[in-house]
C-alpha cells in the first residue's frame, strides 16, 4: 500500500506560480510512476503530467506544457508540481496517484491516489 497526501493547494492570482507537493509514505516510492490529475466543477479528471520511477521520464498535456514542471525526491518521498504562469482555467482539484513500475496516461491505471487539493485562480 502506497499512501499519498497532497499539499501546497490555495488561492492565487493569474500568472502567480504554486508549487504542489504529493508525499508518500508505505512502500518503495521510487518504485512508483506518478501522475497528477486535475478535476474542475463539472467536468472529468484529467491527466495533466507523469514522471517515472526515476525521475527521468516526465510528460505533459498540451494544456500545462511549458508552464509546469514535475519533479521527485525519492529520497525524502515526494514529488513536487511546480505551476506557473497560472491562469484561471488551472483553478481545480488537483490530485497526486501512483502506481508501480511504468508511467501512464490512463486514469484507471493508477493504483494509489491522493485526497486532492484545491487550486483557484482569479483573474
Known amino acids: 500500500q502506497v499512501q499519498l497526501v497532497e499539499s501546497g493547494g490555495g488561492s492565487v492570482q493569474a500568472g502567480d506560480s504554486l508549487r504542489l507537493s504529493c508525499a508518500a509514505s508505505?512502500?518503495?516510492?521510487?518504485?512508483?510512476?506518478v501522475g497528477w490529475f486535475r478535476q474542475a466543477p463539472g467536468k472529468e479528471r484529467e491527466l495533466i503530467t507523469t514522471?517515472?520511477?526515476?525521475?527521468?521520464?516526465?510528460y505533459y498535456a498540451d494544456s500545462v506544457k511549458g508552464r509546469f514542471t514535475l519533479s521527485r525526491d525519492n529520497a525524502k518521498n515526494t514529488v513536487y508540481l511546480q505551476m506557473s504562469s497560472l491562469k484561471p482555467e488551472d483553478t481545480a482539484v488537483y490530485y497526486c496517484a501512483a502506481r508501480y513500475g511504468t508511467t501512464s496516461t490512463v486514469r484507471e491505471q493508477y493504483d494509489y491516489w491522493g485526497q486532492g487539493t484545491q487550486v483557484t485562480v482569479s483573474s
Open positions: 508505505g512502500r518503495t516510492y521510487s518504485s512508483y510512476a
Open positions: 514522471i517515472s520511477w526515476s525521475g527521468g521520464h516526465t
